[in-house]
């Protein structure tokens, strides 16, 4: 039953996505050229909603769906894991056009060569899962 609500989500996420132009090549090429407010907008609306509703879930201590405390576990603040995170996390975005979540919003769309991101994305991941132990986290 989990699954079907967390792919109905998804479903609602990815259709969201698509209708406002947020998978779009075109709008997030305009975002790293500065041409349009379109991508920030939605970037920072959705930064805004998320502070809130932590803040709202840290204070009311709402529990998830389906009962289970939800916890916030402070992670270690370290500079260079920031700098690094983020410079593989633009790159991957600035040569494939797209983060994780429109890569699936793409796909779903029809844009199948999309899946050769997907790929990459995954490889990635797996070499992350090899390495991560000799990172600095």
């Keep these: 039953m989990r699954s079907l609500s967390y792919l109905l989500i998804g479903i609602f996420f990815g259709i969201t996505m698509f209708k406002s132009e947020a998978s779009s090549w075109f709008r997030i090429y305009e975002m790293f050229k500065f041409d349009a407010f379109h991508m920030y907008g939605i970037i920072g609306t959705a930064v805004i909603f998320g502070v809130i509703i932590v803040a709202t879930i840290k204070r009311f201590r709402i529990k998830s769906f389906y009962g289970d405390p939800i916890e916030f576990t402070p992670k270690d603040k370290s500079l260079a894991r920031y700098i690094i995170g983020g410079f593989i996390f633009g790159l991957g975005w600035g040569l494939s056009g797209a983060c994780p ?30 390495i991560k132990d000799r990172l600095p986290h």
Excluded: C, E, K, S
Aim: net charge neutral; hydrophobic share 55%; glycine share 20%.
């Design 101 to 130: 979540g429109p890569m699936f919003t793409l796909t779903g769309a029809g844009y199948l060569p999309v899946l050769i991101v997907i790929l990459g994305a995954v490889a990635g991941t797996w070499i992350y899962g090899l």
